[in-house]
């Protein structure tokens, strides 16, 4: 059992969640920004305002990855440090592209591979407001891939360019239900705007457009002198049936995948969206034009994935409302016989299940023909984390075996297989804002102090990832 001898391994973060300095050198407000304002929003009332701190700690950030051995980084660049309104009319903020240069120049003098993440949820709250954001395709696609040009023209050194991170977070979440930025949903007690059921689609749809304009002025302009590639990540959980003598339970599993990543991933692979959703959609699932499929098809040059967990999956019968988004389906922890899917912990969404990862490597690599897949997101919060004092919480041995199981799946998958996995980032290199989970959430591999001037604690997890690897990757 091994992985490719060039594997890549590392750590991954995103702007909002770590950077701070909200306001610091004329970075404009995000959806983020306004969205944690409001009363309710977050959990315990807090914001990305300081977060980590990260903006002004770039140097330590860089001496924690170079002491845990990484050789590799994903972090995501903050649109509104770049151009504080957004739009391809707006002033540029220099000062916010030379954070990023020099951040790139650093990491690269210190032997680590940046992966850059261009929208990592952030969207510029000036666009939201001048054109409804996500939910204008013609002025979100071309401001988004004025701002891509931007970065691809700043930073010719970075050569793994990620478009867009989770757009079914974006577009579920923040367009039907309203759980994340900007909160539209159809529920009136959450929101006075908003449409559960059409929304979503056309945001995804726009996504698309704007990552297969992104993608074809890299090819275009960019990758003939700088030589990268360019991808989109997506999450999404392993299925197993609730029943699996129920060949409905069985069918459901590949139909949950279906609406969770194949929304995005078979237009980008085969350019039209999954019959299943076709079939249950109807028109509320835009068509694509001619032009737009030859845009979108063929628009990866790596598959980037994020995956946490795993479900027991139950059909339902009849017909679905109008506002969901599973696919007919309920997602369970325990199947028919009672079998627990895996452990609990502080996120009600998450339980560890391995074998789900290798699983999930196997039915993207069957479905998409083997591309080369980078696994951009992948770690665990641990139960009752934040309230356990500090020699606990460095302890973190769930976390640990966390990582060891999915990392040995990986390896399987990759050695057994034939899964053409090249690198893992693990989420996150430290605790940081969790986006509506605010603060009580940690994900880190490192403890991060709030209420200490942002002090950083890496936990046993942090130290545990090198030898891990050193394990797994084979030697020339």
């Known amino acids: 059992m091994s992985l490719p001898k060039d594997f890549k391994w590392g750590f991954a973060t995103a702007a909002y969640q770590i950077e701070g300095s909200a306001t610091e050198d004329g970075r404009g407000p995000s959806i983020w920004d306004t969205f944690c304002a409001i009363p309710g929003k977050i959990a315990d009332g807090s914001s990305g305002a300081v977060a980590c701190d990260s903006y002004r700690r770039t140097k330590e950030d860089i001496e924690l990855l170079k002491s845990l051995g990484a050789t590799a980084y994903r972090f995501s660049i903050s649109w509104s440090r770049i151009i504080p309104l957004g739009g391809r009319n707006d002033p540029i903020n220099q000062k916010g592209i030379d954070h990023y240069v020099k951040f790139v120049d650093d990491l690269l003098e210190a032997g680590i591979e940046p992966f850059i993440t261009l929208f990592h949820w952030d969207l510029p709250d000036a666009l939201d407001k001048r054109y409804g954001g996500l939910l204008n395709k013609e002025e979100f696609s071309a401001d988004f891939e004025n701002y891509a040009r931007i970065m691809f023209k700043a930073i010719p050194k970075c050569k793994h360019w990620i478009t867009f991170n989770e757009p079914w977070c974006s577009s579920i979440l923040g367009y039907n239900s309203g759980y994340f930025a900007p909160g539209r949903t159809s529920d009136r007690s959450k929101s006075p705007v908003g449409d559960s059921a059409r929304e979503p689609w056309i945001v995804g749809h726009n996504i698309l457009i704007a990552h297969g304009k992104a993608v074809k002025a890299y090819r275009d302009d960019f990758k003939p002198t700088q030589g990268g590639e360019i991808g989109i990540t997506l999450n999404g959980d392993a299925t197993l049936p609730w029943d699996p ?82 696919g007919n389906l309920e997602t ?144 020339d």
């Open 245 to 326: 003598e129920d060949p409905a339970d069985v069918e459901a599993c590949d139909r949950k995948i279906e609406f969770a990543i194949s929304w995005f991933a078979d237009p980008i692979y085969f350019g039209h969206y999954p019959e299943s959703m076709r079939k249950q959609l109807g028109d509320r699932l835009p068509t694509f034009t001619p032009e737009e499929v030859a845009l979108v098809k063929g628009s990866n040059d790596f598959y980037g994935m994020n995956h946490y967990t795993a479900n027991y999956i139950k059909h339902k019968k009849g017909v679905p409302p109008e506002d969901d988004f599973l």
């Open 332 to 475: 369970l922890f325990y199947n028919k016989h009672g079998d627990c899917i895996g452990p609990e912990t502080q996120s009600f969404w998450l339980r560890p299940h391995a074998q789900g990862f290798r699983d999930l490597l196997n039915w993207l690599s069957k479905r998409y023909g083997y591309p080369k897949i980078y696994v951009t997101e992948n770690g665990t919060s641990v139960k009752g984390e934040n309230d356990m004092p500090l020699e606990q919480i460095v302890e973190d041995d769930f976390r640990v075996k966390y990582f060891h199981d999915y990392v040995h799946a990986m390896a399987r998958a990759s050695a057994e297989d034939g899964v053409n996995v090249r690198a893992y980032l693990a989420w996150s290199l430290m605790d940081n804002f969790e986006w509506a989970e605010g603060y009580e959430t940690r994900f880190g591999v490192t403890y991060v102090d709030y209420a200490n001037d942002q002090k950083r604690y890496p936990k046993k997890s942090a130290r545990s990832l090198k030898p891990l690897f050193d394990s797994l990757i084979k030697k």
